[in-house]
Every structure is written in C-alpha cells, then in structure tokens.
C-alpha cells in the first residue's frame, strides 16, 4: 500500500505534535488535529477562555455524537491525502492508505516534557493529571469505539520517544513510508 497521508496517534504528551510538524514540514503537507478541531469548537463557545481552562471538563460532556464527528471530520481531511494528521483515535482510518504511528512514553518522561514546554515545576501532580487524562481518553475511546486507543493491533509502527530521539523516529517513518512507495 502507497501511504499518501501518516496519522499519529499516542498518550498524552508523547511527542506526537513535535514529530507531526516535523513529518509535515518533510513533505510539504498540511497538519490537521482533532485536538485543534476541538479546541476551535470550544472557543466558539467559549471565546474568553483564551487559556482553554475550561476545555478538559468541557471535553468531558461533549455528547458522543459530537465527540465522533470530530474524528470523522478528521477522517474526511485524510481521506483527501497529503495530511499528517494527529488524533487519539484513529483505528476508524484502516480503510485509508494511512500510515498509523502510535507514539508512547513512560508517564514520568511524559509529566517532565510537559513542566519543561510549559516553564513549571515538575510534580507527582503532573503524572496523576497525565494519568487521568490518559484513563478519561481510555474511556471515551471505549464509549464511542469500543476500542482501546493504546492496543498495538491497530498500528503499523509503534514508537517510544523516550527510547527514540526526534531524529530516530523520523527516520522510522519516513523509511516505512519510502519502503511503501512505488
């Protein structure tokens, strides 16, 4: 199968918006987030909230139906191709000819990452927020899917930033997207 667009999925604060720009930049395609695409509703509705403080519990009580159309709004955005896209739930994309890169870490990387991009200090606070974010994904991908986000199943490459400098795993894709190609 020729790739013509690479969907990255993964846990929270995994990397995947760094290595999404990257892969983005590499092939002159366009970026696309669910995460930007909820964002945009949010602050639709919520246009003094500049910080997104409200957006996690506002997340949490989006309606299923409008919680999957989020992701089928992504779905048609790859579905045209040249798109690197990041989205937690992307098995709903087997039928395309996408690449599915699933990024992890180990949550105490992860809680690290965020206190340095964000200037804070590093706390146990940070992991039990990443944990709950994580579990809240977990759920939600079960009550519109029935699928657990985090099976390797659904993937064709799985990568551990904390294993794998930026480089690594952008040689990782781009050399499985090239061995693809014809």
Known sequence: MNYNAILLSGLPVSGKSTLCKRLANHYGWDTHSVGDIV?????????????????SAWWKTTPPAENLQFNLDLKEIVRCGNVVADSRYIHYCSDLPALRVFVTADVETRARRHANSNGISYSPYLIDSLKA?????????????????????????????????????????TSLVKSHSA
């Open 133 to 173: 974010r994580e579990d809240d994904e977990f759920q939600r991908g079960m009550e519109l899917f029935n699928v657990d986000y985090r099976n390797p199943l659904i993937y064709h490459l799985i990568l551990n930033s904390r294993e794998l400098t930026i480089d690594e795993e952008f040689i990782a894709i």
């Open 39 to 55: 964002k945009a509703k949010y602050l639709a509705i919520n246009p003094q909230d500049t910080v997104f403080s409200g957006l």
